[in-house]
């Protein structure tokens, strides 16, 4: 459907596609389907033939901000030696996909770290899957994090690692869509979508709701199928600055922004900034010793912004309702 500076996107039906007004989104009028369902499948690959599948599958890192799987790889030479870091975690882990892959994909999963193995043999593969101690919590999922508390580093030299290629990281999610590819020869043209929901007293019904979506996938059919209490729809997680939307205009699916939506019965209510009290919760809660209380009091020259990973987590906890967010993005670039 669209090739343009090592960026690829796949029709994933036979249809029409266009550009939406604003020229952001595509949106698909379908006159056929496009289905592959093949069983598992192995096959041998060497460097060349595993960045043809990439390219070929249109795959992306789905825990790195607009990066090609293809132009990820190629950063990485065979004959250098760094660090292959196999996460169980996707960034907001809507879902369990280590759970997935061990239990439907195991076959391909060990394929694969053989795999990475042979392209790369001066690489050290650090598998975090199938560590039982390992549980998710915020912000596990976000890499220079999880690179931070596994491998005991500060959080400015991961995120070097990560920019300076040191790191090939890959995440559950990421890795979920690579074995679809590489051996059920299923290019990415789908997506996991979890639903969850919010009653009027603000509690979440946390009952599994998940739909593996087609790119371009109108999403009406989720209030259509939902009890009509819930009004307000939002693409955002808590952690993050929430954009309501009537559910009725929820749009189309995009495979490469949506991974969850949450459905409110009510408007959440704006939070209103009242005076820092001292409690000092966003420095308790804060991950990484960022100090954020001190954006709050105006000395941003002592918030440690190579610390912050912009998770969100002071924003939430502060009792008075003061978006910390907003300063952050006003120092970190």
Wanted: hydrophobic residues 35%; aromatic residues 14%; contains cysteine.
């Amino acid at each position: 459907m669209l090739a343009h500076n090592g960026k690829k996107v796949l029709a994933p039906v036979n249809g029409v596609a266009n550009l939406t007004p604003d020229q952001k989104y595509f949106q698909i009028k379908q006159d056929g389907s496009w289905s592959t369902t093949s069983p598992y499948h192995f096959r041998q690959f060497d460097f060349v033939t595993l960045l043809e599948s990439f390219d070929e599958g249109a795959l992306y890192s789905l825990d790195l901000v607009e990066t090609p799987l293809k132009d990820y790889f190629q950063k990485f030479k065979k004959e250098s030696s760094f660090k292959i870091v196999l996460s169980p975690f996707c960034r907001y882990q809507h879902l369990n996909f280590e759970e997935m892959i061990l239990r439907d994909m195991k076959d391909a999963y060990l394929s694969f770290i053989e795999l990475l193995k042979l392209i790369y043999p001066k690489a050290e593969v650090s598998n975090f899957f199938e560590i039982p101690s390992l549980d998710f919590e915020h912000p596990n999922g976000i890499p220079e994090f999880f690179l931070h508390k596994q491998f005991h580093q500060s959080v400015d030299k991961t995120r070097k690692s990560l920019i300076g290629h040191e790191v090939l990281f890959l995440g559950a999610e990421t890795i979920f869509h690579v074995l679809r590819k590489l051996y059920y020869n299923e290019p990415f043209t789908k997506r996991h979508l979890a639903v969850f929901l919010v009653d009027r007293k603000g509690r979440m019904d946390l009952e599994p709701r998940q739909f593996f979506l087609t790119n371009g996938q109108a999403l009406a059919f989720i209030p259509a199928n939902l009890d009509k209490r819930y009004k307000i729809a939002s693409f955002e997680t808590v952690f993050e600055e929430v954009t309501p939307m009537d559910v009725g205009s929820l749009g189309y699916f995009n495979i490469y922004e949506h991974y969850s939506i949450t459905l409110y019965e009510k408007l959440p209510a704006a939070r209103k900034e009242f005076s820092c009290i001292d409690c000092m919760e966003c420095n308790n809660y804060c991950p990484t010793n960022a100090n954020p209380v001190q954006l709050i009091k105006g000395k941003t020259e002592e918030f440690e912004k190579s610390q912050c990973i912009s998770c969100g987590i002071c924003t939430v906890y502060c009792p008075s309702g003061i978006d910390i967010r907003k300063r952050i993005e006003g120092v970190v670039v």
